[in-house]
């Protein structure tokens, strides 16, 4: 493998996420993220991409600091991120991965002509570097190795 191989973040997202409306009960996506065992769930209005909600935002917004609102009382609207990362398949792996250091999120929102395809969490990142330093170490010359 040439190590300047362009790695594309559409090989290394998790395509086809799920996707919740902006009008959804806030119970009901908090129950969706645990029974599932996922962080991020992008949010969509109108079957567009509006922003991203996740796991933290939940506990955020049920938390001390808004005086423990009931879940039920909320919608997906009153939680969510609308300015989430959203970045095209065909970006580079290593500009999506910086990106998100940079913004210090979780995940971007991969698109295709502007529809919704993939989503690029943290736990994707460690699987691509796992993925890319294996590839690499097959290449490499035993001889070289220490």
């Not at 969490?121 to 035993?142: G, Q």
């Amino acid at each position: 493998m040439s190590r300047s191989k362009i790695h594309q973040v559409l090989a290394y997202m998790t395509p086809f996420p799920y996707s919740i409306d902006i009008e959804a009960p806030l119970a009901e996506a908090h129950a969706f993220l645990r029974k599932r065992t996922i962080r991020h769930l992008p949010v969509t209005e109108r079957n567009e991409l509006a922003g991203v909600l996740s796991d933290r935002d939940i506990k955020l917004a049920l938390g001390p600091d808004l005086g423990f609102p009931p879940e039920r009382e909320l919608k997906v609207r009153d939680v969510y991120q609308p300015d989430s990362y959203v970045c095209d398949a065909s970006t580079p792996l290593e500009v999506v991965a910086g990106t998100m250091a940079r913004r210090h999120v979780g995940s971007a929102l991969v698109t295709r002509d502007g529809k919704l395809v993939g989503i690029f969490t943290a736990t994707d990142a460690c699987h691509a570097l796992e993925r890319i330093l294996t590839e690499r170490s097959a290449a490499d010359d035993p001889d070289l190795i220490a």
